[in-house]
């Protein structure tokens, strides 16, 4: 590392991309290392308020903090990525070639949109639209699915949706080469992870008193799908045969 920061050229502009939780170690790891004037640039998945408590210090001794809410998916590599910049004027002009090589549409897919912590916030936000629009997408499909007596084609009423619809995007893009590529969904187990972004946009929301419903209910619904015979269910069956007047255990 020190080799590293000795070969760059002063002022220094030093980017890491690291899980969130390596972020403070690599900054204890420079701090003895980089001079005022640097830059660091911190494009990791970081929780916006663990940013602004990361810049404060390191403002103090002069090195600029920009944070980096980087996105893009597996496409980005051929692309361009999408790139959500937060911090001081000074220092986003500094590293703004970076964001012209790597940024999606020829350098136009990077924006400066606020100060320091502003572009993981932005990142997170974008991270729980995703899930929600992902969730209605899924839900549409399931809905064409379950109209059984009509023999929809899902694959083709989604392909026509990303061609010729308001509702053209490249989640839906993706959708569309799924079920192209496997129309019955076979082999998918009806499991899904959750992002630490998806969960902040919730308790951000709660903390705001800002309502995010679809995003926050997305977030859920992961949940439940990893629940198999869940107490919560069988609680509600319960209560349906109870209400019914039938016994906990009757046919």
Known sequence: M???????????????????NGVDDLIATLRHMVEEGDVLVDASDSYYADTLRRAEPLAEAGIELV????????WSRTEGFSVLAGGSREAIARVAPLFDSLAAEGGAGWAHVGATGAGHYARMVQEGVQYGMAQAIAE????LDCKRELELDAGKVVEVWRVASPLRSRLLELTAR???ANPQLEALTPYL???????????ESIALECPAPVMTAALQNRFRSRQSNSTSDRVLALL???VGGLGPREP
């Open 140 to 143: 549409g499909v399931a809905l």
């Open 178 to 180: 799924g079920l192209a």
């Open 2 to 20: 020190a080799k590293l920061v000795q070969a760059l050229p002063e002022p220094r502009i030093i980017w890491a991309v690291l899980p969130a």
């Open 67 to 74: 944070d980096v809410g980087l996105g893009g998916g597996a």
């Open 240 to 242: 349906r045969r109870m």
């Open 193 to 203: 992870e959750s992002s630490a972004e998806a969960r902040w946009v919730a308790a």
